[in-house]
Nanobody, 125 residues
């Protein structure tokens, strides 16, 4: 069993930076791929970033590529999402997810096995 707890959300202004953290528990968590998703009110959940178990492979959608960076520290069982140049359209609840999946499936929320409770990110204009 894996438990995920996100933190680091908050209210920021457009152009600011914010780093989210996802603390994981479970003996085998370091063998899981990790992902970040977000969901804005009235919208479907959206893929934001993913990283392989080793950290050697990452994936981003075009909407955040160049602005967001995902990383992980397996010794600390923590995954990070560094968000720069934030825009009002980045406002959402951000969720951390874990699973054993192919890299081709990183953007598919249905492929992840475990989810955190989410952390709110609000970007004002």
């Amino acid at each position: 069993q894996v438990q995920l707890v996100e933190s680091g959300g908050g209210l920021v202004q457009a152009g600011d930076s914010l780093t989210l953290s996802c603390a994981a528990s479970g003996r085998t968590v370091s063998s899981y791929a990790m992902g970040w998703f977000r969901q804005a009110p009235g919208k479907e959940r959206e893929f934001v970033a993913a990283i392989s178990w080793s950290g050697g492979h990452t994936k981003y959608p075009d909407s955040v590529k160049g602005r967001f960076t995902i990383s992980r520290d397996n010794a600390k069982k923590t995954v990070y999402l560094q968000m720069n140049s934030l825009k009002p359209e980045d406002t959402a609840v951000y969720y951390c997810a874990a699973g054993v999946l192919y890299s081709s499936d990183y953007s598919l929320d249905s492929k992840y096995d475990y989810w955190g409770q989410g952390t709110q990110v609000t970007v004002s204009s």
